[in-house]
Nanobody
Framework: QVQVVESGGGLVQAGGSLRLSCTAS????????IKWHRQTPGKQREFVAS???????NYRDSVKGRFTISRDNAKSTVYLQMNNLTPEDSAVYYC????????WGQGTQVTVAS
């Protein structure tokens, strides 16, 4: 059973930074693709960033240059470094682990105050 746990959310002022963490257990972590998504009330969950086992990254346009996704396979953890945050980045952020199946964490709230 794969378990996915996110952490690192919180309240930050506009222009500030946060680092989210996603830890997955119960899988060969280095072979997984990890994605971050986010969701605000009344809206569909949207893709934010992804990283393959080999380290190839991809970002939605609105976060390019501000967010950085990275992974530490030894710790079975993926990070999302978020800089220069804006109120539009406020959302619940979800980690998505892709193996032969897909797994989601419970989400972590990010609130950016203007």
């Amino acid at each position: 059973q794969v378990q996915v746990v996110e952490s690192g959310g919180g309240l930050v002022q506009a222009g500030g930074s946060l680092r989210l963490s996603c830890t997955a257990s119960g899988t060969i972590f280095s072979l997984t693709i990890i994605k971050w998504h986010r969701q605000t009330p009344g809206k569909q969950r949207e893709f934010v960033a992804s990283i393959t086992g080999g380290g190839t990254t991809n970002y939605r346009d609105s976060v390019k240059g501000r967010f950085t996704i990275s992974r530490d396979n030894a710790k079975s953890t993926v990070y999302l470094q978020m800089n220069n945050l804006t109120p539009e980045d406020s959302a619940v952020y979800y980690c998505n682990v892709l193996t032969s199946r897909t797994y989601w964490g419970q989400g972590t709230q990010v609130t950016v105050a203007s």
